[in-house]
């Protein structure tokens, strides 16, 4: 949809506006800004020609405008300038992630309540497999007439062991068969793959009736699809009762009920460009989002891992700021995972626009 550089103007200031003030917008106080210098008589026409293109919606006939979901989505993709951390904002989540680094699960944790602190907004933070690791390589040692240790090497270079045991016996000559035929068939496969097909074929080759063979197919699928899970976490769920779009008890518990559900939360969206994602009212598939606004980040936890923390807050939330305290959030989380060097502090473009919140 292109906006004239006026409407775009009005679009910027409404959404603004309400983000600070959660109050409608009137033609008046967009008059009495002197950046747009414009009569109300234009604004008045200009803000009914965007409530006729779904851009702005009247809750009261008699009110001033507030954004549509519509009106966000090009305030968020085309309009919003972005948030510059300052200086103290960046030292807080930079020395509580530093402080915090000794167990995930208690830096998962922390860090939803940091960003639901800094925003005053329900935080979830969880992690996830990315997908499934294919194994590229397979070591077999003989450790004596009953026992090999067997090593894969995923694809990440994540490397998995197991001590297997035969107590029927296995010799040096089958161990080294195994090893050259599971290099041959069963790299890069994925878990499906390896079926009862696979595995009778690969033990008529090798004459196998000891069950190394699927006992080591199995051994690899286990390492494929095994991955350390993290229970999600939730924060700030209470803080939607201070806010006026929740003031409705009903509809606040239904929204809290709703995140306090830990299988609802490892459901939620946990990709986006760039690292960050922006979900604006019906944007979001839940019924129990459809009005509110989701601001999630995602970064690499390294052994083939996702983490994801979001913000869910009303519509009208200051996206700009939301994304920017994601953004410092996940770097660091990263860093964290990674066992890379204490976070630095988030650097923006050359030449960003601070908007001095």
């Known amino acids: 949809m292109e906006l004239s550089q006026r409407k775009r103007k009005i679009l910027k200031f409404i959404v603004e506006s309400y983000v600070a003030t959660a109050e409608p917008v009137g033609s008046k106080a967009i008059a009495a800004s002197e950046e747009l210098n414009l009569s109300s008589a234009t604004i008045r026409n200009e803000m009914a020609e965007m409530t006729g ?9 008699s009110a001033g405008r507030i954004p549509s979901p519509q009106g966000y989505r090009i305030y968020v993709n085309e309009l919003m300038n972005e948030h510059r951390l300052s200086l103290e904002e960046t030292q807080r989540i930079n020395d509580a992630l530093r402080q915090r680094m000794s167990k995930f699960d208690e830096l998962l944790a922390d860090a939803g309540k940091l960003v639901s602190e800094m925003t005053s907004y329900p935080v979830y933070a969880a992690a996830a497999p990315q997908q499934v690791r294919t194994i590229k390589r397979y070591d077999l040692i003989r450790v ?10 995923l694809e990440d270079d994540t490397a998995v062991n197991r001590v297997m045991r035969f ?21 890069l496969l994925p878990p499906e793959r ?64 709703y995140l306090s559900d830990e299988s609802i939360i490892r459901d939620l969206p946990a990709d986006g460009e760039d690292g960050v994602k922006i979900l604006i009212g019906p944007e979001n598939v839940a019924e129990e989002l459809k009005d509110s606004g989701v601001v999630l980040a995602s970064y690499d936890m390294g052994g083939g891992m996702q983490g994801v923390i979001g913000v869910v807050g009303p519509v009208r939330m200051d996206y700009a700021r939301v994304a920017a305290y994601l953004r410092g959030i996940a770097r660091g989380m990263q860093q964290a995972a990674l066992g890379g060097a204490s976070p630095a502090p988030p650097q923006l473009p050359a030449g960003t626009e601070d908007k001095g919140e």
Request: no cysteine; proline share 4%; hydrophobic share 45%.
């Open 194 to 257: 390896m079926d009862a097909t696979l595995v009778q074929a690969a033990e008529r080759s090798l004459g196998d009736e000891s069950g190394a063979v699927a006992a080591l197919a199995a051994f690899a699928v286990q390492a494929m699809t095994h991955q350390e899970t993290h229970r999600p976490y939730l924060a700030g769920a209470s803080s939607i009762l201070s806010l006026p779009e929740y003031r409705d008890v009903d509809k606040a518990q239904k929204l809290m009920d």
């Open 167 to 187: 107590p029927q016996g296995i010799d040096e000559a089958l161990v080294r068969k195994l090893s050259t035929v599971f290099n041959a068939s069963f790299t």
């Open 144 to 153: 004596d007439d009953t026992t090999v240790i067997a090593v894969v090497m």
């Open 53 to 61: 293109l779904g851009l702005l919606e009247q809750p009261h006939t």
